[in-house]
């Protein structure tokens, strides 16, 4: 029984190596709020042609049982950059505002970033940030809160710590926060911000709609388009890729592209206005499908796109106000066929579009139905680039590349983990069909009033303190079986106890 295994271990060795030689490109992009039902690929009902993104798939694989790590932003893009459930780490719940910080990635911590810097890349971030930092004022204290009022204290003669350079990338162009949301609308350009604030933002000047209202009235760049945010950080991004190729075209790059699209508020640029028929929102979504088309197109015109390993995804599902508005006045579902939204531990809260195009290496027109995550991105590129992760990495991080070559003869996750709104409060656990939710509700928005309560379902269980579903029978979530089927219920949160004792999802180190 040794040699067969023998054999199939030095098989695989010797196919990463092989990869890890050829070490491509990485372009990793990274939607805000994009829902499953968002992409017509995703859904044929979608209202929103997405030509790019569904061309994107239609060259590569698209996985249909993909989840964000978490139903929030930061800390999904802390598990994007670490490889590590949020939840695991202090504030691994929160979502910072304005100023606030300090960075959830703690010092020395390898990251996605620096493990492809080791590994030869140059790395470059364009776009949002929102794994926190660290601002000063005059007399050098830590600014950590997102108040406005903390805000108004930057010194803007300092450095922004914490950021993207501290953590692996060695080029950044970008925002603190949710670039047109937050208190401080203001460009980071590596670790400083050249034209800060001169006064606070003039909302009677922006556009007037229901996608419009998510836009705090904080301090303002004079450079700071509100309306072209998403064109500014493609325009870097060109730049990043057109420079590389002439300076080190012998290199490999990892650029990473988050971008404001499509979260709220839905400021398209005037040239995407109108042109869907869905409504500010789903030209906001027209809007990401075209930055996506030119960002391949720039890989093309450079003659690189067959050498690039493209990923796409989103850090959660769709907000609540898109989804009212879309469901009742464009028939458009953003969840679709999901119950629940961003912020929920229903599946519309974390079951993402992921998409993945490598050319000799993904079978184009592929779809998986593999469970997966957006923390196995380190762990596949760490076998693709030949990088060894150490014990106390990556430890919610499982190895892709036999689903994307096809060789995936059984599933690559023993489990799934999930974290709602509140954080270790709000988990919940998948293996197989089977899921289970460590509490009551949606462990995030609020469905006994207001908007929302159209949306409540009957609930099956009301007493019980979990919910378990079938997805495999009931992927709707509509009916509870933790009464039903206890045996299952108290195995799945045995499951969850012993992978948050342990601190990680996958196998501990051998002594």
């Known amino acids: 029984m040794k040699t067969p295994r023998l054999i199939i271990t030095l098989i695989t060795l010797g196919s990463s190596l092989s990869i890890a030689a050829e070490r491509p490109n990485v372009l990793l992009i990274l939607a805000d709020d994009l829902g499953y039902g968002d992409v017509r690929c995703y859904n044929a009902q979608s209202k929103v042609e997405t030509p790019n993104i569904d061309r994107l798939a239609k060259e590569g694989m698209r996985f249909t049982d993909a989840h964000s790590p978490a139903t929030v932003c930061t800390p999904s893009r802390y598990s994007l950059m670490t490889g590590q459930m949020a939840f695991r780490v202090p504030g691994g719940g929160t979502v910072f505002q304005g100023a606030g910080g300090p960075s959830l990635i703690a010092p020395g911590r390898l990251t996605l970033p620096a493990m492809l810097k080791k590994q030869g890349y140059s790395t470059a971030a364009m776009g949002k940030w929102h794994v926190g930092l660290t601002f000063r004022d005059s007399a050098g204290e830590a600014i950590h809160s997102g108040k406005l009022d903390d805000a108004r204290r930057i010194d803007f003669t300092r450095r922004v710590e914490g950021g993207p350079l501290d953590h692996g990338f060695e080029r950044f162009f970008g925002t603190a926060c949710c670039p047109t949301t937050d208190w401080l609308y203001a460009f980071i350009d ?9 006064g606070p933002l003039d909302r ?9 209202n998510d836009c705090r009235g904080g301090l303002i760049a004079p450079d700071f388009p509100m309306e072209e945010v998403d064109l500014l950080f493609l325009k870097k991004s060109r730049e990043f890729m057109q420079e590389h190729m002439r300076r080190t075209p012998e290199k490999p790059f990892f650029l990473y592209h988050a971008t404001q699209a499509v979260h709220l508020p839905s400021f398209a640029a005037p040239e995407f206005r109108n042109k869907t028929q869905a409504g500010p929102h789903g030209d906001f979504i027209g809007e990401f499908d075209h930055i996506v088309g030119e960002l391949m197109k720039e890989l093309e015109t450079l003659g690189i796109a067959d050498k690039t390993l493209v ?3 989103s850090d959660n599902g769709p907000e609540t106000t898109s989804i009212v508005h879309m469901r009742a006045d464009y028939h458009h579902d953003g969840a679709r066929p999901w119950r629940g939204m961003k912020r929920d531990a229903w599946e519309g809260g974390h079951r993402v579009p992921f998409i ?8 184009g027109d592929s779809t998986s139905d593999q469970l997966a995550c957006l923390t196995d991105v380190m762990a596949t590129l760490a076998t693709i680039t030949g990088a060894e992760l150490p014990h106390d990495a990556a430890e919610d991080s499982f190895n892709l590349l036999p689903v994307l070559e096809g060789k995936a003869s059984a599933p690559v996750r023993p489990y799934l983990l999930m974290q709602a709104f509140s954080g270790q409060r709000t988990l919940s656990i998948r293996r197989g069909n089977w899921k289970y939710i460590d509490h009551r509700g949606s462990g995030g928005n609020n469905y006994a009033n207001g908007e929302l309560k159209p949306f409540t379902l009957p609930e099956a269980a009301p007493e019980a303190p979990g919910q378990l579903y079938d997805l495999a029978n009931d992927p709707g979530e509509t009916t509870n079986l933790y009464s039903k089927k206890p045996a299952i219920a108290a195995e799945l949160k045995a499951l969850l106890e012993q ?9 501990p180190p051998q002594p």
């Not at 590596?190 to 001169?198: A, F, N, S």
């Open 190 to 198: 590596g670790d400083r911000i050249p034209v800060p604030p001169q």
């Open 499 to 507: 992978s948050k004792r342990e601190d990680r999802s996958t196998a």
């Open 311 to 313: 990923l796409l995804s």
């Open 204 to 212: 009677s000047k922006l556009p007037k709609h229901p996608y419009a």
């Open 356 to 363: 993945v195009r490598w050319p000799g290496h993904v079978k």
